[in-house]
Nanobody, 119 residues
Framework: QVQLVESGGGLVQAGTSLRLSCALS????????LGWFRQAPGKEREFVAS????????HYADSVKGRFTISRDNSRNILFLQMSSLNPEDTAIYYC????????????WGPGTQVTVSS
């Protein structure tokens, strides 16, 4: 059974850093594109960052570019999101997701982890 589980969320002050993790299990994800998304209260879920299977191809939303870093450890099936210079606009539920090779959409999703940034 494929399972994605996020961790590392919490309440932090503006200007600080936080690292999210996503543990993937149930099969090999080595060829999957992996991504982070977030959903703020009253808003639609939005793309945050993605990383290809080899970690060469990385993409970021303009709102997080230069502040967030996505990475993956294929040997341990873990996805990370290092977030720095956090601001209240980053407050959201953060979700990790996987897109298997050949798929056009993300197929598997975690339940999410709450990140709250206070001013």
């Amino acid at each position: 059974q494929v399972q994605l589980v996020e961790s590392g969320g919490g309440l932090v002050q503006a200007g600080t850093s936080l690292r999210l993790s996503c543990a993937l299990s149930g099969r090999s994800f080595i060829t999957d594109e992996l991504g982070w998304f977030r959903q703020a209260p009253g808003k639609e879920r939005e793309f945050v960052a993605s990383v290809g299977w080899s970690s060469v191809a990385k993409h970021y939303a303009d709102s997080v570019k230069g502040r967030f870093t996505i990475s993956r450890d294929n040997s341990r099936n873990i996805l990370f999101l290092q977030m720095s210079s956090l601001n209240p606009e980053d407050t959201a539920i953060y979700y990790c997701a996987s897109k298997p090779s050949g798929y056009s959409n993300y197929l598997h999703w975690g339940p999410g982890t709450q990140v709250t940034v206070s001013s």
